[in-house]
């Protein structure tokens, strides 16, 4: 029988192709085995007002995790878990980011907040189809707000960098933060006790099924607590060194392609071995 019952899926990447849409022909196989019985879900980085459409493209009912594992909601947005940062807890970072020329991205519920407007900014916005709002720096100091994530947008070590200083200088905020790399020049940080893997773990739980029998596809390296989770952890091709010799699987193919060919090679293969053994018993 086929060992695998649950599938989680990174989006950007992974299952969307390099224009960050989503092919006709994985949005059809995962539906296929989802009526076959199969569980399937994602795991991303995005906020839901971002991640709604590719939900409903696949037919998705099952829980979703979402800011790197800082959300978990329902197929419609309902929220089952959610962990927070206080906004003015990041001002020292957040300013110092902002002074060294990064560009900075706040994620709190279905808003999205920037703290200045460039084309970086504006190619978010095309990229992901929602507009952010515009935050001043000093408006972060009194602020009551939590925020989901942030992220720092720029090249990731000298984000790296001052995340480190910053961290460096209060220890209680060592252990309350992580920071992950989800693309080349993104640094998401994210509540400290949250991640992809810990979700993909509650999901499981939630749904009786052993962390044995579920497959965990990515390709960034803020992907790596859930493939080490899971009982197979796949990798894309277009995944850096370090994710690839975490995982059990590595694809030849990259994006949605290698996400397909996962599925054949652990769902598909087995679905006809077992078919070829019952035909073999009927005769």
Do not use: W
């Not at 720092?152 to 984000?159: I, K, M, R, W």
Request: net charge negative.
């Amino acid at each position: 029988m086929n060992p695998i019952r649950l599938i989680v899926s990174d989006l950007d990447g992974t299952l969307l192709s390099a224009d960050h849409t989503l092919p006709s022909s994985a949005a059809t196989a995962i539906r296929e085995y989802i009526s076959r019985g199969g569980c399937f879900t994602l795991a991303t980085g995005r906020p839901f007002i971002t991640a709604r459409p590719i939900i409903q493209q696949l037919g998705l009912d099952l829980p979703v995790i979402l800011c790197n594992g800082a959300v978990v909601a329902r197929a419609n947005g309902t929220l089952l878990e959610r962990c927070g940062i206080p906004l003015a807890s990041l001002y020292d970072l957040l300013s110092a980011a902002k002074l060294s020329g990064l560009d900075i991205l706040l994620f709190c519920g279905d808003e999205v907040l920037t703290l200045a407007r460039n084309i970086n900014i504006a190619a978010y916005e095309r990229k992901e189809g929602v507009p952010c709002s515009l935050l001043r720096l000093h408006e972060i100091q009194k602020c009551g707000t939590e925020i989901e994530k942030a992220i720092l947008l720029g090249p990731v070590e000298q984000s790296r960098r001052l995340f480190a200083e910053f961290v460096d200088r209060s220890s209680a905020l060592h252990s309350s933060i992580a920071a992950f790399q989800s693309e080349d020049n993104y640094l998401e940080l994210v509540p400290g006790q949250v991640s992809k893997g810990t979700a993909l773990q509650q999901i499981a739980a939630s749904l009786e099924i052993p962390l044995e029998q579920v497959m965990a596809i990515g390709n960034q390296l803020n992907d790596l607590p859930m493939l080490e989770a899971a009982g197979i952890g796949v990798a894309v091709a277009n995944s850096p060194a370090e994710l690839k010799q975490a995982a059990d699987y590595v694809c030849e193919a990259s994006y949605s392609e290698g996400v397909l060919e996962a599925m054949e090679h652990y769902i598909d293969a087995v679905d006809r071995r077992f078919q070829n053994y019952i035909e073999k018993l009927e005769v």
